[in-house]
Structures are given as structure tokens and as C-alpha cells.
T-cell receptor, first 116, second 114 residues
């Protein structure tokens, strides 16, 4: 079965410090990968998605970047964090081939980032 | 453009009773998919149920069913026999294409009372 791991679960960082959040998927090949951000009490905003190694699409211009160094690894980074980067970050994957029942997303457990 | 509206910021239900969470959507596309996700306090988003726009029957998954009314553009989630573990935030979402085009509603916080 497929599993998705995301870490760390919580992170407190000072303004101006770098960021690296990591996500890995097991049990599948060539998944589509996603990074979402959720502001408190709000829905999800898609930040980046990737359909393959080295292929990253950005949905929202911002202080963050993403990389996919390996097939099942997706990294969210920042060189200098801003206060506005605080939020709950979720990694997700979907099969590269759409399954019957729609293209479902499977989410990691999330990272609560607080920038102080 | 797609839009999902969840008008109930919070809902309460007594344990073992059924509850309906409202969701309306807006799209000009004829082909689309509707999803419900559950987010417990732990933060993880859990897929619950899916309804395709061309599906003639309402989707069901265990205690979850989706009341799909295409003409009214509504996709309400019905949870039967509520359990304490159902207390969570519930998000309605839709896509007219791939998952990267998924649009989420603002969510409904469900609290199940003992």
C-alpha cells in the first residue's frame, strides 16, 4: 500500500531563516506531487505541483520554492522566511494515471510552521 | 472559474444521529468531479467520497453518502449514525480537470456531542 511521510510536524523559525520541508511517498512510482498551504480556518491553497523529477509548476508567486530531486521526494524551501509564510503546509500525492473514481489526492500529516 | 461554497462554518450533531453538511459549487464545465475530505485536529486531510458529474447514482462509502443534485449544483455530504470520532473539519472540493486544479471550500467544523 502507498504511504506518504511529511516532516517535521511542527517548526518554529525566526524571520529571515531558511526553510526545508520534506515529503516522501512509498509504494508507488511516478506520482504527481503537491504542496498546499492552509491558513488558519481556511481552505487549501495550491503552491506547487510536480508531474516528474525536476518538473515543478508554481501556482502562486511567493517567497517559496520546491524541488523534486527523486521520483518520490518533494521538498519545499525558502532562503529567507517571512512572517506571512506562517501556516499549515500539506504535501499530497496522486497517481499519475487517473484511477476510476476520480483523481483523488492523498495527503501527508502536515507541518505547522510558525515564523516569529 | 470554479467556486465552492460551504455556508456552515460550524455544525453540531448528537452522537448516533445523521448530519448533512452543505456544499454548493459553480462551474461552466459539463465534466467535473466533487470530493469531500475530512481534516481531524491532527491536521491530516483524509479523502472520504467522490462524485463524478456524469454519475447517475449518488456516491456512498460506508456511513458517508453524497447527495448530488446537479440542477441545483449542490453536493451535500450526509454522515449517518455520527460517532465522536467524526468531529473534524470537513472540506468540499471540486475539479474540472486534474487534481492540481482542485478548488476547496472554506470548510465546516463538525462537532459530535455525546
Amino acid at each position: 500500500s502507498q504511504t506518504i511521510h511529511q516532516w517535521p510536524a511542527t517548526l518554529v523559525q525566526p524571520v529571515g531563516s531558511p526553510l526545508s520541508l520534506e515529503c516522501t511517498v512509498e509504494g508507488t512510482s511516478n506520482p504527481n506531487l503537491y504542496w498546499y498551504r492552509q491558513a488558519a480556518g481556511r481552505g487549501l491553497q495550491l503552491l506547487f505541483y510536480s508531474v516528474g523529477i525536476g518538473q515543478i509548476s508554481s501556482e502562486v508567486p511567493q517567497n517559496l520554492s520546491a524541488s523534486r530531486p527523486q521520483d518520490r521526494q518533494f521538498i519545499l524551501s525558502s532562503k529567507k522566511l517571512l512572517l506571512s509564510d506562517s501556516g499549515f503546509y500539506l504535501c499530497a500525492w496522486s497517481p499519475s494515471v487517473v484511477q476510476p473514481g476520480g483523481e483523488k489526492l492523498f495527503f501527508g500529516s502536515g507541518t505547522q510552521l510558525s515564523v516569529l | 472559474a470554479q467556486k465552492i461554497t460551504q455556508t456552515q462554518p460550524g455544525m453540531f450533531v448528537q452522537e448516533k444521529e445523521a448530519v448533512t453538511l452543505d456544499c454548493t459549487y459553480d462551474t461552466s464545465d459539463q465534466s467535473y468531479g466533487l470530493f469531500w475530505y475530512k481534516q481531524p485536529s491532527s491536521g491530516e486531510m483524509i479523502f472520504l467520497i467522490y462524485q463524478g458529474s456524469y454519475d447517475e447514482q449518488n456516491a456512498t462509502e460506508g456511513r458517508y453518502s453524497l447527495n448530488f443534485q446537479k440542477a441545483r449544483k449542490s453536493a451535500n455530504l450526509v454522515i449517518s449514525a455520527s460517532q465522536l470520532g467524526d468531529s473534524a473539519m470537513y472540506f468540499c472540493a471540486m475539479t474540472t480537470g486534474s487534481a492540481r486544479q482542485l478548488t476547496f471550500g472554506s470548510g465546516t467544523q463538525l462537532t459530535v456531542l455525546p
